[in-house]
């Protein structure tokens, strides 16, 4: 897993303004030369602080969009089957806790209506999102089949990606449902997974374990708004 950007940066920022307060020292008694040299030093420190800024307002914007907030509203696609196999058969760890409702997370909503912060945060822009959250409009209460086409589980978490139809717009990168999640589990991503899949794929010992779908699992789903307090169909 790469390490936080502002751990690797930050350092690199402050030698730089290390280097640039000994240069400004040299600059007061030295040459026109020197003098170049400091302003240099200056820009250089002034970009790794630039850098380490950029870095870590990355790290929040793909926190959020790997942890939305319930208590924002949003568009779902929601699958009740999936929520029916949960309560009726034991088939998470003892330790992870059911999803209290099954759903593909499609659109996030801005509870405070900045909706060019939000599209930001989701990697769209603003024109894409109000046309998404259009056309979810329209097909609000309609049911559509997807497919399931993946189950993942790790020592977090367990969630099947799904396969949406075409007509069903969505900005999750990778449409997926989860299944369970452990209570005291850190922050986690679907990217993550797959790409810890990916690299381990010829280990023995996985942390994520990938269960392929023979045959993609068909169910039926239906466009719901959750509200932040409840879902409206």
């Known amino acids: 897993m790469r390490g936080n ?7 690199n920022a402050e030698l730089a303004w290390q280097l640039c307060a000994r240069a400004e020292e040299r600059w007061r008694l030295g040459s026109d030369t020197e003098r170049g040299t400091w ?11 630039k850098a380490v800024a950029q870095a870590e307002a990355l790290r929040e914007r793909v926190a959020k969009r790997a942890q939305p907030q319930e208590s924002e509203p949003f568009w779902m696609f929601e699958l009740p089957e999936v929520r029916h196999v949960l309560e009726n058969g034991a088939i998470l760890p003892p330790t992870f806790s059911p999803a209290e409702s099954t759903y593909v997370r499609l659109l996030q909503l801005p509870s405070d209506g900045d909706v060019a912060r939000a599209a930001e945060e989701q990697g769209l822009e603003q024109e894409t999102m109000e046309a998404m959250q259009d056309a979810l409009e329209s097909l609000k209460g309609e049911s559509f089949e997807a497919k399931m086409t993946k189950i993942l589980i790790s020592e977090k978490i367990a969630l099947a990606l799904v396969a949406l139809p075409p007509v069903v717009p969505t900005a999750c990168k990778v449409p997926h449902v989860v299944f369970g999640i452990h209570p005291r589990a850190p922050e986690w ?3 993550q997974m797959l790409e810890k899949v990916a690299a381990e794929k010829n280990q ?3 942390t994520v374990t990938c269960i392929e779908m023979p045959t993609p699992r068909p169910m039926k789903g239906y466009i719901r708004l959750h509200t932040g307090q409840s879902i409206q169909s």
């Open 39 to 49: 302003l240099a030093q200056c820009r250089q420190a002034q970009a790794a602080e």
């Open 189 to 191: 991503s679907v990217e």
């Open 204 to 206: 023995k010992d996985k």
């Open 5 to 11: 950007p502002r751990t690797r940066l930050a350092p």
